[in-house]
């Protein structure tokens, strides 16, 4: 078994392969130089506990050993060639393989415009995270191009640390994409409150960056001057290697609900597919979210092992920014109404529902893990297609474990 | 051996629950379970230090409220990604309608 990419998605895959009592050689390949790592403490932890971001290994080499997961670090799949089922490495070897996964993960969407230099960076490994934390301190402009959740959370880690932020997003509110507009309200206070300066509706005209600082024109015509832009709008997946092998794409690789490509020897997972969603019908859906990663890693190994199980599980995403948690199960862009419930302490959760009733989504925010509960136990009403009662939903004198009962 | 602590009334954990017990400086986490007996743990996920008294208790698993890493909270083995070191458990017993734990030494 080969797997190309030792991210979150690849390794759970690994180490899966050995639990469900595969016994024969896993090869994890993966360009990084470190051990496998959790991406998501980079934009929170790792940027502010300490004088340099540490990595969160997923597993250490004792572990790795232990599993008999033979990790080739730095070392980067260039191609696969299908007919003879061998992936070529970047040093010129070869590598047979029975069954391929390819988790090549996405990687930060670039800013398509000239003018950026050293001072423009992205976030996506943990040798990005080592750059942006020498620049976050007292006295340093940050510029934050794009209002997303790892903008934000890069803007709470730099605020914590005392550095001025400024958020450029162009859409009309932050967070358009996949988050309900009474939290991203709640999100946007609250760094406004912690004195960061967001910028709504207004684009990027032009970068000027001379290697000390960054000029941002924006199209409004204000200038916003920073000694480090940090480029947050979206990511893309990595499908390079699986275009030129001739794989099937669709919004990255495309996979069928196995996670089987158009190859049936080859599996995508992670980041870097396309998949069918079944709780909403089947619509074709990419994520980028870490815990389907995981979840991804640990269905494509029992597939590769001819389990034949297709995914059924519920997206779940979670941020974190101050003392603040975000977490939302399933898409609420499915919803057509939605029911408010309050949990206190400013805490609360919307029930994003079909119009028939069908409850297809949950979004809470507050401190700490205050919606956690609610939002898992949402999630399972979600995967049962329940129909919950409405002012069951919105009255916290009802606990939600009694609507999974019913 | 160390003596039994009084953490809480039986009364205060509804079944198949969890509530958060702060001693001597350190935080543990009380289960009633379905089957209506107690268990204690340490309070804190192996991953990151998150109180798991947050978290949603299903048959025998806590499931910690930040990553979903679960547990057996009645054995303290770590039951899937991403936790993977197990957690310290501790003996329990109910003395009229009041709930006890022994920490080790
Ligand atoms: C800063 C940050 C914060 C995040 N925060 C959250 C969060 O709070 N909540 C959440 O749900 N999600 C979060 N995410 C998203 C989450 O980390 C990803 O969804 C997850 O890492 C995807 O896993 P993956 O294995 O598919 O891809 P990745 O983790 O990207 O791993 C892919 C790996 O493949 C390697 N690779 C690519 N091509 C090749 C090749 N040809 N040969 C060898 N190796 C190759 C890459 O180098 C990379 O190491 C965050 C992501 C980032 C970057
Ligand atoms: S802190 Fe418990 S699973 Fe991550």
Known sequence: MVIIGAGECGTRAAFALREEGYDG????????????????????????????PSIKAIADAARLAEHRIDLKGSTTVISIDRANRSVR???????????????????????????????????RTFDDALLIRQYLREDVRIAIVGGGFIGFELAASARKLGAEVTVVEAQPRILMRGVPEEIAAIVHETHVTEGVEIVCGDGIAAIEDDGNLVRIALSSGRT?????????????????????????????????????????????????????LAVYGHRRVRLEAW???QEHGALAARNMLGA??????????????????LQIAGLPDEGERTVRRDLGDGAFILFHLKGDGRLVAASGIGPDNTVARDIRLAEMLIARSARPDLTALASTAVKLKSLLAA | MSDW??????????????????????????????????????GLCTHEQIHLSQGLVMGDIIECPKHNGRFNYKTGAARGAPVCVNLQTYPVKVDAGKVFIQLGN
């Open chain 1, 25 to 52: 050689s896993i090869t994890l390949v993966g360009s990084e130089p470190h051990l496998p790592y959790e991406r998501p403490p980079l934009s929170k932890e790792a940027m502010t506990s300490g004088e340099a």
């Open chain 1, 89 to 123: 490495l970047g040093d010129g070897s070869d590598l047979a393989y029975d069954k391929l996964l390819v988790a090549t993960g996405s990687i930060p969407r670039k800013l398509p415009m000239s003018g950026l230099g050293a001072r423009c960076v992205y976030l």
């Open chain 1, 224 to 276: 916003v001057v920073a000694d480090l832009a940090i480029i947050g709008i979206g990511a893309v997946p990595v499908t390079a290697l699986a275009e030129t092998a001739g794989l099937a794409l669709n919004n990255g690789i495309s996979v069928d609900a196995r996670l089987r490509t158009s190859d049936p020897h080859i599996f995508a997972a992670g980041d870097c597919c396309s998949f069918p």
């Open chain 1, 291 to 293: 815990r389907s990663a």
């Open chain 1, 308 to 325: 034949e199980e297709a995914h059924a599980s519920v997206p779940w995403f979670w941020s974190d920014q101050y003392g603040l948690t």
């Open chain 2, 5 to 42: 602590i009084e953490a809480c009334a039986a009364d205060d954990i509804d079944e198949e629950d969890v509530i958060r017990f702060d001693h001597a400086g350190r935080s543990f986490a009380i289960y009633r379970s379905p089957e209506d007996e107690f268990f204690a743990t340490d």
